[in-house]
């Protein structure tokens, strides 16, 4: 062999190997106890429209703020079938804590409760860098995710909702 053709050999074998050890993220159903400790399954809701799923925790302040944000997006477009998880990332003994902060701040949607935090991991995420999110299509293929929150995420969160309920192109 040439050194071009060993250089492109090399080159092949390296993008291979890259590959396969890239993440891929997928779709991978779930359920887990919501705040009153009832199962609730991810593919229940994948039918019905796309699903945001959101990682955070009570001690996290931008988690805070993208929730006040995802209140008013949830309640805008539950009815043409979107859905938003908010999947607490505490630990056991601060469930009352998690309880007590979603009631005082009237929220709607669905609470989630990963306490050995597999979820988190399966999609990609990890427990210290929060809030983040995935959005999942109908077809359960990953649209879009977003580690952090700042103001004015949100809008880009709604166009990316509003995309893939065919609200907008």
């Known amino acids: 062999m040439n ?19 890239s993440f891929s993220q997928t779709y991978t ?6 705040l009153n400790n009832n199962d609730v399954t991810l593919s ?6 796309p699903v945001m799923i959101s990682f955070w925790a009570t001690w996290c302040s931008p988690c805070k703020e993208e929730l006040k944000k995802m209140q008013t997006i949830y309640e805008k477009y539950k009815e043409y079938g979107f859905e938003y998880l908010a999947i607490n990332l505490d630990n056991q003994k ?19 409760l990963d306490f050995e935090k597999k979820v988190v991991e399966a999609y990609g995420g990890k427990e210290d860098e929060i809030p983040y999110s995935v959005l999942i299509g109908k077809d359960k293929t990953i649209l879009n995710t ?7 995420d949100e809008i880009k969160i709604e166009k990316e909702i509003r995309t893939a309920l065919g609200l907008e192109k």
């Open 94 to 112: 601060s469930i009352a804590k998690v309880k007590s902060y979603i009631t005082s701040q009237g929220y709607t949607f669905k609470v989630l």
């Open 146 to 152: 977003h580690l952090g929150f700042k103001s004015g």
């Open 29 to 34: 159903d779930f359920t887990l106890p919501d």
């Open 44 to 49: 229940t809701f994948i039918d019905r429209g």
């Open 3 to 21: 050194k071009k053709s060993i250089f492109i050999l090399t080159i092949v074998l390296i993008c291979v190997l890259f590959q396969r050890t």
